[in-house]
Nanobody, 114 residues
Framework: VQLQASGGGLAQPGGSLRLSCAAS????????VGWYRQAPGEQRELVAN???????NVADSVKGRFTISRDIAKNTVYLQMNLLRPADTAVYYC?????????WGQGTQVTVSS
């Protein structure tokens, strides 16, 4: 199974974006999927993850603003990002949770700026 992130772009502060992570096969073949991000000069960090059973977890820095969900029929995991802040600017990646080296793709750029 391969994972491909998409949906990034430019958003204004307070705006919203929805990222998609499309799996080439069944997402049930993956125990858990995570969204990660890396800002310039910073380490990559976990933003949110969803387990095979459907339970979710989001980082404190995005709690109440970001939501992770999935569409099993579409083999896709989403990251709904609301109330975006300039500090959310980063390249966003999806990967397994915990991450596996071979699943790091190019990610999708999210820029929050007025």
């Amino acid at each position: 199974v391969q994972l491909q992130a998409s949906g990034g772009g430019l958003a204004q502060p307070g705006g919203s974006l929805r990222l998609s992570c499309a799996a080439s096969g069944s997402i049930f073949s993956i125990n858990a999927v995570g969204w990660y991000r890396q800002a310039p000069g910073e380490q990559r960090e976990l933003v949110a993850n969803i387990m095979r059973g459907g339970s979710t977890n989001v980082a404190d820095s995005v709690k109440g603003r970001f939501t992770i969900s999935r569409d099993i029929a579409k083999n896709t995991v989403y990251l709904q990002m609301n109330l975006l802040r300039p500090a959310d600017t980063a390249v966003y990646y999806c990967n397994t949770y915990p991450p596996r080296f071979e699943f790091w793709g190019q990610g999708t750029q999210v820029t929050v700026s007025s």
